[in-house]
Nanobody, 119 residues
Framework: QVQLVESGGGLVQAGGSLRLSCAAS????????MGWFRRAPGKEREFLAR????????YYGDSVKGRFTISRNNVKNTVYLQMNSLKPEDTALYYC????????????WGQGTQVTVSS
């Protein structure tokens, strides 16, 4: 099992920044791919970004390219999501997820951290 705990959410004004953290514990060696998702009220879950523990390659969803940056600290088993130029439409519950590799389903999920962007 892998446990994921997100933190760093909160209330921010439009144009501001936040950095989310996702701390992984347990059998982290069984998962190489880490991702960030979000779900806004009344909308489907949206992919934001992903990164591998074993590689610096990153992937982003179209809606956050150029504004959000995913990174990781392998020593701390923590993945980050730096969010800049936030917009009210970024308001959502943000989740961290993990999976074995890029061919697997996202198997492990955190509880989420709320991000609210005021206009």
């Amino acid at each position: 099992q892998v446990q994921l705990v997100e933190s760093g959410g909160g209330l921010v004004q439009a144009g501001g920044s936040l950095r989310l953290s996702c701390a992984a514990s347990g059998r982290t060696f069984s998962t190489d791919d880490m991702g960030w998702f979000r779900r806004a009220p009344g909308k489907e879950r949206e992919f934001l970004a992903r990164i591998r523990w074993s590689s610096s390659t990153t992937y982003y969803g179209d809606s956050v390219k150029g504004r959000f940056t995913i990174s990781r600290n392998n020593v701390k088993n923590t993945v980050y999501l730096q969010m800049n130029s936030l917009k009210p439409e970024d308001t959502a519950l943000y989740y961290c997820a993990a999976r074995r590799n890029s061919y697997s389903s996202w198997e492990y999920w955190g509880q989420g951290t709320q991000v609210t962007v005021s206009s």
